[in-house]
């Protein structure tokens, strides 16, 4: 399931062929300290372990299967994103986290991960990115997509180990709605998907 558009973005699975794109947005860093997107899915022991080229060779055994990790996002043709995302049950971090415990039965695509390409953020694209990969997770089969975002405070801006998870006000203006609180700076937010046609 691949390129699902939403005005100038598309969505491509993560898998061998767009393998290199993961790579383009996330850097030689592999995003934030070599994490290679495996933060959630690795107890902070493995994680550290594996930080680096351990953490990238585990994502990549995640992108040979089903299912698929997660999705880059492209502008035209260029990568411009990546976005980690599944059931709940694929990030079992999360699924441990006290912080961001369900809040619910509904089986969401849980959003775990919003990576802007160094070079575009900033440039007010991440509301466009969060409305495609919506659309993805609507065309796999998902009730409901939920992201676990920061809220900076007033005139602040967000780092770069708590900016992964994506910024409230992007949510909002995506079409997501506020569900929980669990902390000040930390709200749960979801979006109800349509059905694939």
Not at 4 to 20: N, Q
Not at 93 to 100: G, T
Not at 106 to 117: K, L, M, S, Y
Not at 130 to 144: I, K, M, R
């Amino acid at each position: 399931m691949n390129a699902k558009a939403s005005g100038s973005l598309t969505v491509k699975e993560l898998s061998k062929k767009t393998w290199s794109d993961f790579e383009a947005v996330l850097g030689t860093n592999g995003g934030a300290r070599g994490c290679w997107c495996m933060h959630w899915r690795l107890s902070i022991a493995e994680w550290t372990e594996g930080k680096g080229e351990g953490n990238k060779r585990a994502m990549s055994r995640l992108a040979q299967r089903e299912p698929v990790p997660g999705v880059i996002v492209y502008e035209n043709d260029t990568p411009v994103a990546w976005c980690s995302l599944g059931p709940r049950s694929s990030f079992p971090r999360l699924e441990r986290s006290p912080l961001l415990a369900n809040i619910d039965d509904e089986p969401v695509c849980a959003i775990t991960c919003v990576f802007v390409q160094k070079k575009r953020r900033g440039s007010g694209l991440l509301p466009a990115i969060l409305e495609a990969v919506c659309e993805y997770a609507a065309s796999a089969g998902y009730p409901a997509a939920e992201g676990y975002p920061i809220e900076p405070r007033a005139g602040k801006r967000a780092g770069a180990d708590t900016a992964m998870t994506g910024i409230a006000s992007a949510f909002l203006d995506a079409g997501f709605s506020e569900v929980a609180r669990p902390r000040d700076d930390r709200p749960i937010m979801r979006r109800k998907l349509r059905a694939a046609k």
